[in-house]
């Protein structure tokens, strides 16, 4: 299946432990998930001011990070996707 829906390039992608997710994120500054099989998006997580470059899901599922352009990481609740820590520091 092809999962379309960012307006920017995909640069990362990331699976939940559970297998049932995948996350991918853009040069639109933003994450996507994807539910699996099927390839629905179901969330759109917002908050970044640069491209997203990675991402990652912590081995409980509970947690999504997300690291960009903007020289931040996130950290997202899952599932539903509140930023719940913006990690700055980088320079």
């Known amino acids: 299946a092809t999962l379309s829906g960012h307006s920017?390039?995909?640069v990362a992608v990331a699976v939940a432990p559970d297998g049932k997710t995948l996350y991918s994120g853009s040069e639109d500054k933003t994450v996507r998930?994807?539910?699996l099989p099927g390839g629905e998006c179901v969330a759109t997580l917002s908050g970044h001011s640069g491209a997203v470059v990675a991402v990652a899901v912590a081995p409980d599922g509970k947690?999504?990070?997300s690291g960009s352009e903007d020289?931040?990481?996130r950290a997202w609740a899952l599932p539903g996707g509140?930023?719940?820590?913006?990690l700055s520091g980088h320079s």
């Open 8 to 10: 920017g390039a995909v």
């Open 33 to 35: 998930a994807w539910a």
């Open 63 to 65: 947690t999504l990070y």
């Open 71 to 73: 020289k931040t990481v």
């Open 82 to 86: 509140e930023c719940v820590a913006t």
